[in-house]
C-alpha cells in the first residue's frame, strides 16, 4: 500500500510559480513511476507528467513541455512538480499518482491517488 499526500497547490497570476509537492507512505515508493495528472472542472483528468523510478527518464504532456518540470527525491519519498510560466488554462486540481510498471499517460492504469491540490491561475 501507498498513500500520497499532495500539497503545494494555490493562487498564482499568470507568468508566475508553484512548485507541487507529493509525499509517500511506505518503504517501496523507489519502485513505482510516479505520474501528475490534472482535472479542470467538467473536463476529464488529463495526463502531465511521469518520471521513471530512477529519476533519469521524465514524460510530459505537449502543452506542459519547456514549463514544467518532474522530479523525485527517493530517500524523502516525494515527487514534485515545479511549474513555472503558468497560464490560466492550467488551472486544475493536480493529483499524483503511483504506478506498479511502466509508465503510462492513461489514469486508469495507475494504482494509488493522492486527494489533489487546487490549482488556479488567474489572467
Known amino acids: 500500500q501507498v498513500q500520497l499526500v499532495e500539497s503545494g497547490g494555490g493562487l498564482v497570476q499568470a507568468g508566475g510559480s508553484l512548485r507541487l509537492s507529493c509525499a509517500a507512505s511506505?518503504?517501496?515508493?523507489?519502485?513505482?513511476?510516479m505520474g501528475w495528472f490534472r482535472q479542470a472542472p467538467g473536463k476529464e483528468r488529463e495526463f502531465v507528467a511521469a518520471?521513471?523510478?530512477?529519476?533519469?527518464?521524465?514524460y510530459y504532456t505537449d502543452s506542459v513541455k519547456g514549463r514544467f518540470t518532474i522530479s523525485r527525491d527517493n530517500a524523502k519519498n516525494t515527487v514534485y512538480l515545479q511549474m513555472n510560466s503558468l497560464k490560466p488554462e492550467d488551472t486544475a486540481v493536480y493529483y499524483c499518482?503511483?504506478?506498479?510498471?511502466?509508465?503510462?499517460?492513461?489514469?486508469?492504469?495507475?494504482?494509488?491517488w493522492g486527494q489533489g491540490t487546487q490549482v488556479t491561475v488567474s489572467s
Open positions: 518520471i521513471s523510478w530512477s529519476g533519469s527518464v521524465t
Open positions: 499518482a503511483a504506478r506498479d510498471g511502466t509508465w503510462s499517460p492513461r489514469a486508469y492504469l495507475y494504482d494509488y
Open positions: 511506505g518503504r517501496t515508493f523507489s519502485r513505482y513511476v
